[in-house]
């Protein structure tokens, strides 16, 4: 378990700039000069990259936003109809500083389940976040000022954005085996093995479903060894439930792991965002729920969760929230929702068949099983960076460095184009 | 493995019973875990006692924000709520601008909207034409590409980001904020690592500028700090420099290199002049110097809930910029990774457009005339009343707030008595007013002022 500490702040030496009266600020020096160039985002850059490609072949598997099957970006139908009642609407006021309540707690129901006995005793503390980034960042923020000596257990691999969250929160980070190379699976023995010798009382971060960039989820009879070992060495686990109901096509299947944990006992915490599964990106909205002992811890720990909020933003934004709540809260929209969701979900394992399919007719010497046992968006290749900078550089292909494909990206148009060029690259592995 | 008709589902303290059974085995104290095994409870086991947040506090409401949750409880049918500061109609209801209307309805309707995130850095044009609004569309800093800026989340979150940039790659800690200030200022600044520290600047026995006090205090901080200065519309007491002021100010801190923060949440809505309300920010951009400037839509606009707002820092020259910019990627993108996409298209939509644009001005030359009319009858309703005091400043401050000069024990009677809302200071929005609350308002004022004397 490698330890990564924190990032170490750049201190600049600035020379004086020249002193004078009146306009003598045109002859001062930058105090920014010494500011170096940022390196950029691995995944964001990908498509900036792809963009910026003029070939007619070029493929984007990068950056995980849902596509359809010509390729193109999509609004939800139930978005869209929320969209048509919201606008024109009375106010745009300010939400209060923990957000939007009707959000809130139709966010907790999907998460907890309909008819939680969480939610109907009150103990959850929840805020509307800025989708899954924030409320992870709230999280780590949280946890630095009330917990100020945890840090956090993170899988490898993980989102890259994770490490960088819990290291601007100054939370430091170990990291726990999840993933198998050989298999492509889950390392289940590795896993065991690092929360086994944690220090008690550790914070654990899981993918809640559709792991992200692996697409590798334990199964349901190994969450229950998970929660059952957390409970020995009592763990705190915080979930990362970025695709529920984008990876199986059934929210409330996608939450097993959250309902194990819970039915054992868990107070876990729970970072929720609907940036893919309702089409919502750019609209940042999500939510940060911690169950706690009763009512009244959930109503201190929410109010401290908005201490940290308003400083950053003050209160979250109020057009993804609205969406979200005339959504979930209408039954005819809410099933629209759902169909929809299903159908992207469909439509992914859809992909993973045929390119699986593809590769196989190809002959490929090696095994591609795990693209059809990998859930979700992101099927983890296999592939090294240098097979992946061949996939860019001779086939057009885009996708990040660590051989994660987003499935998202791929089409009935280009499925068997991208089969034969990872056939290309990986035929003499 | 439950024992499910012993689940009374009606009552909380049933439903727990139900839980822990489920997990009991009869005669001893073991768990049971979903799969059916037995777990040792040790005594500091996490189920139902034993959270590892269990010394988490309540945290104190928030003053202002107080002030709305005090005001909605009371049903005084007199009630009037002067605390926070959104605008109001003269109906007491708020409003969303028709061009945001307009521009809403548009975007709907547009299928080349963007409908995945944006970049890290918000949406481009929104960006530009955030910079121009400012620094004017002539501005020499804007066409020699010396400008970064990037969409953040409001006032709020433009203050965070730059704050936070500034903690990591300046090489002065310390920023100095004007006594009084908007509440949120000193926490923002804190959890960004930077040291906060004051400079004086209003005046009680004037009610106006303390600006020998201003200028000794910015001659005495050190070279290189932070200067925290409201472009406009000072919150929370109204009260701007003039002009001249203005340029003795920057005088002053360019001779002693202070970096100059500007927070500008009110531009347009201060004068009803978006070029008037932008001098003191184009003054220091003018002279060729850098500065940070954290704009907000949030009043000017109507777009409160959207939270939608720009960071804009002005350097020295475009190389310096581009690495600035690719900085501040690195605040945001695990802070929220993106900013949200619905309020920077409607004004992106707005700005662009020349028509809606001049509607724009118009409407907003309407708030600002509204707010400025208030203020005159506050002023002469007092005036009839004979109330003891000076109460000149009312029409001198400027912009969504009046400090009154009001004492603690005189808000609180106020109150009590006349369900007066505002915050404990004294500042009260005047955006909250109207024709009918303001004899109430003034009666108020008169009956708090003559008990005290």
């Given amino acids: 378990m490698a330890a990564i500490g924190r990032g170490i702040l750049r201190r600049g030496i600035v020379g004086l700039p020249a002193v004078g009266s009146g306009s003598a600020a045109r002859s001062m020096a930058s105090w920014f000069g010494h500011v170096e160039p940022a390196a950029k985002d691995p995944i964001l850059g990908v498509t900036e990259a792809f963009l910026a490609d003029p070939s007619p072949e070029k493929v984007n598997v990068g950056v995980g936003a849902y596509r359809d099957d010509n390729g193109k970006p999509v609004v939800l139908e139930c978005v869209r109809e929320a969209e048509r009642r919201i606008a024109g609407r009375l106010n745009m006021e300010y939400l209060p500083m923990g957000g939007s309540i009707k959000m809130i707690e139709e966010s907790l129901k999907l998460a907890y389940g309909d008819d939680s006995e969480f939610i109907k005793d009150k103990r959850i503390a929840a805020v509307q976040a800025l989708s899954g980034t924030g409320a992870c960042r709230l999280f780590a923020d949280f946890q630095k000022r009330f917990l100020p000596d945890s840090q956090i257990y993170i899988p490898i691999p993980t989102w890259s954005n994770h490490h960088n969250i819990w290291r601007d929160a100054n939370v430091p980070q170990r990291t726990f085996r999840y993933y198998h190379p050989d298999t492509k699976g889950l390392d289940f023995a590795s896993m065991m093995d690092d929360i086994k010798n944690a220090p008690n009382g550790s914070f654990f971060l899981l993918h809640a479903c559709a792991h992200n960039p692996t697409g590798v989820d334990p199964s349901e009879e190994q969450w229950r060894e998970i929660s059952y070992q957390f409970k020995v060495k009592k763990h705190f686990p915080f979930f990362d439930m970025a695709y529920q109901g984008f990876a199986s096509g059934d929210p409330e299947k996608d939450a097993k792991a959250i309902r194990i944990f819970l039915e054992d006992g868990h107070q876990i915490g729970c970072a929720q965002s609907y940036a893919k599964n309702m089409g919502l990106y750019g609209q940042r909205a999500g939510c940060l729920s911690i169950l706690c002992e009763d009512e009244l811890q959930a109503v201190a720990v929410k109010s401290q969760l908005q201490q940290i909020a308003r400083p950053m933003y003050s209160n979250p934004p109020v057009h993804g929230a609205l969406v979200v709540s005339t959504i979930l809260g209408d039954p005819e929209l809410k099933s629209l929702w759902l169909k929809e969701v299903k159908s992207m979900a469909d439509r992914i394992i859809g992909m993973r068949n045929a390119l699986r399919e593809n590769l196989e007719k190809l002959g490929s010497p090696l095994s591609w099983e795990h693209i059809t046992n990998q859930i979700g968006m992101f099927c983890y290749s296999g592939m090294t960076p240098e097979q992946v900078d061949r996939l860019t550089n001779e086939f057009h292909i885009y996708m990040t460095r660590n051989g994660r494909i987003s499935m998202a990206g791929v089409t009935t148009g280009n499925v068997g184009y991208l089969a034969n060029a990872i056939h290309e690259v990986t035929k003499s592995s | ?453």
């Fill in chain 2, 1 to 453: 493995m439950g024992i499910e008709n012993a689940r009374d589902q009606s009552s909380s303290p049933g439903r727990r019973l139900a839980t822990l059974a489920r997990h009991l085995s009869v005669g001893d104290t073991s768990l049971i875990s979903s799969r059916g095994e037995a777990i040792d409870t040790a005594p500091t086991a996490g189920f139902h006692g034993g959270s590892v947040f269990a010394n988490v506090a309540q945290a104190p409401e928030d003053p202002i924000l107080g002030v709305t949750v005090a005001y909605n409880k009371d049903p005084s049918p007199m009630k009037v709520n002067l605390g926070v500061g959104a605008y109001r109609t003269e109906e007491g209801k708020p409003l969303v601008l028709n061009v945001v209307k307009k521009a809403e309805k548009m975007l709907l309707n547009n299928p080349s909207r963007v409908k995945e995130y944006l970049p890290i850095t918000g949406l481009a044009d929104f960006n530009k034409l955030s910079a121009k609004l400012i620094f004017g569309a002539d501005s020499r800093a804007i066409q020699e590409n010396r400008v970064a800026t990037v969409q953040c989340l409001s006032g709020t979150g433009s203050l965070r980001v730059g704050a936070e940039f500034l903690a990591r790659h300046y090489n002065e800690r310390a920023i100095f904020i004007p006594q009084p200030t908007w509440g949120n200022h000193p926490k923002v600044f804190t959890l960004a690592g930077l040291s906060v520290k004051t400079y004086r600047y209003y005046d009680p026995k004037t009610r106006g500028l303390n600006f020998q006090g201003l200028l000794e205090d910015l001659n005495m901080a050190p070279s290189g700090a932070i200067v925290l200065l409201h472009a406009c519309a000072h919150n929370p007491t109204g009260v701007d420099p003039t002009l001249d002021q203005w340029e003795q100010i920057r005088r002053l801190m360019r001779s002693k290199s202070l970096l100059p923060f500007f927070d500008s949440a009110y531009q347009g809505f201060a004068s009803g002049n978006l070029d008037a309300d932008a001098q003191s920010v184009r003054m220091f951009v003018a002279d060729g110097g850098e500065c940070l400037m954290a704009q907000s839509y949030a009043k000017n606009m109507g777009l409160y809930g959207e939270r939608v707002g720009a960071l804009s820092i002005v350097c020295e020259s475009a190389d310096v910029a581009v690495k600035v910019e690719s900085q501040l990627k690195l605040v945001i993108r695990p802070m929220y990774s993106n900013p949200p996409i619905h309020g920077a298209s409607i004004v992106a939509t707005i700005l662009k457009d020349r028509e809606m644009y001049h509607e724009w001005t118009i409407e907003l030359k309407a708030m600002a005339n509204r707010i400025i009319s208030m203020r005159q009858q506050l002023f002469n309703a007092l005036s009839a009343r004979g109330t003891p005091g000076d109460w000149s400043h009312i029409i001198k401050q400027i912009g969504m707030f009046t400090f009154t000069g009001l004492n603690k024990e005189q808000v609180s009677f106020m109150t009590r008595e006349y369900h007066i809302y505002m915050t404990s200071d004294g500042r009260i929005s005047m955006a909250g007013l109207n024709t009918k609350t303001i004899p109430h308002l003034a009666d108020a004022i008169h009956a708090a002022v003559n008990r005290t004397k």
